[in-house]
């Protein structure tokens, strides 16, 4: 009678209600289809909100030249600094996100962003702007951005890819929606009621971290990933393996050569005799054909299971180049709107595989470090991003990414047949 009744004791640590989510011995370790939802769309939006506060700044950018009458180099400088800190500077919190979760990363840095973006409101000029929302906006957005991989990774670790190739469809979404909210919000609130505005979508950033944040109990474990004692922050073991390296570039270049249809179309569009507003919509529509080439690249990596996706940039990099050397040759505006359309698609197509690529040459144990490192690749580029040399760079990554996937397809082999047939082999096993 005794044990009876405490079976039945209800204290702090007793489950109310028990779900599908719970195994017999009380442990969250079975996510539901729906919480995985959740999460993948709340890691989604924290991409979009980094993305789109970054690209569109370009309709910012033509704005202030004219407010502050300002060089066009000075007035580069807000967006080039805050996309290089935004995608780079998680390297600086790695150890950070993995210590406190990144749930609690997406609200510590949707709340700094935030404050950054409210800050630039008040500016007098563009010094005051590029440290509150070039340098503080970005610091906390970098957190964001980063946080979002890692949640995806370790929720979806059982075959993580493809997800984070949906992941990457969050920023261009972002670069389609949030450049023509810029240009309501300066059209009706003028350029400093808009960074106000933008402000309160920065802060969306915290209600999808909490999300997050309640879904760390379904994290593959520390022990299960194998997870090193050591500060993350200071590994870069990664880096031993040159074929890393030669990836790393290719990521540097890609963003290197990128930049110039993405940050600065609408001040082009004005230099050829175009309106501001015109120029907005080509950047939507460089945003429209990126979310359709992300949705290519997360076709292409759930059907082609067999190829690995570095694989994909092999033909998808001269399709690059010929709409580098379009984009800067056509004058009508017509054929200038198409020819975003063309160099979209291939853009979007590569940028979506850089997370799917980390992880299927490295593992889940060194996903953060890698990942990380190749947002430093990323957010390098985006801080001396330049046009020079354009359709040449996309045609030397193509070549280049041939020979590592040929190498990599040699030490598989190699392996494969010293391992009797076994065709997972670890990365560490690859060097």
Request: charge should be positive.
């Amino acid at each position: 009678m005794k044990q009876k009744m405490d079976s039945s004791l209800v204290n702090e640590t007793s489950y109310l209600i028990v779900d599908k989510e719970l195994r017999d011995n009380g442990v969250h370790r079975n996510p539901s289809r729906e919480r995985k939802l959740f999460l993948l769309v709340s890691c989604i939006i924290q991409q979009l909100i980094f993305a789109g506060i970054g690209y569109g700044l370009s309709v910012m950018y033509a704005e202030l030249i004219i407010v502050f009458e300002a060089k066009r180099s000075e007035t580069a400088l807000i967006q080039s600094i805050f996309m290089a800190i935004a995608t780079g500077g998680g390297i600086l919190f790695t150890g950070v996100i993995t210590k406190i979760g990144p749930g609690n990363s997406m609200i510590i840095g949707g709340t700094v962003g935030c404050i950054g973006l409210f800050l630039s409101s008040f500016s007098k000029g563009l010094t005051a702007i590029i440290l509150c929302t070039g340098v503080l906006s970005a610091l906390g957005m970098c957190m964001c951005y980063l946080a979002a991989f890692i949640a995806v990774s370790r929720m979806f670790h059982e075959n993580a890819g493809p997800y984070l190739v949906i992941l990457s469809l969050g920023s261009s979404i972002g670069q389609f929606v949030v450049p023509m909210f810029y240009e309501m919000f300066i059209e009706q609130y003028t350029w400093s009621g808009a960074f106000i505005l933008m402000s309160g979508i920065a802060l969306q950033n915290v209600p999808f971290g909490v999300i997050v944040h309640y879904s760390k109990r379904f994290y593959k474990s520390n022990e299960e990933t194998g997870k090193s004692t050591v500060a993350t922050l200071c590994d870069f073991s990664v880096l031993k393996d040159w074929l890393m390296w030669v990836v790393y570039i290719n990521f540097h270049l890609l963003a290197l050569t990128g930049n110039f249809e993405a940050w600065f179309l609408v001040d082009f569009a004005i230099s050829r005799g175009f309106s501001r507003e015109s120029g907005s919509l080509l950047i939507t529509a460089l945003g429209f054909a990126n979310v359709v080439g992300r949705i290519f690249g997360g076709f292409v990596r759930f059907k082609c299971t067999n190829m690995p996706s570095l694989n994909h940039w092999i033909y998808l990099s001269p399709l690059l180049a010929i709409g580098h050397v379009l984009v800067v040759n056509v004058n009508d505006y017509w054929g200038l709107f198409a020819v975003c359309i063309l160099y979209g698609f291939p853009f979007g197509a590569m940028a979506a595989q850089p997370a799917a690529i980390m992880l299927e040459v490295t593992s889940l144990k060194k996903y953060p470090q890698a990942m990380a490192i190749a947002n430093l690749s990323f957010g390098l580029a985006n801080l001396i991003s330049g046009q020079l040399g354009a359709a040449g760079v996309s045609i030397y990554i193509s070549l280049t990414t041939g020979v590592v996937a040929l190498v990599i397809k040699k030490r598989k082999e190699r392996h494969r047949r010293m391992m009797h047939g076994q065709t997972n082999v670890p990365y560490e096993k690859l060097k």
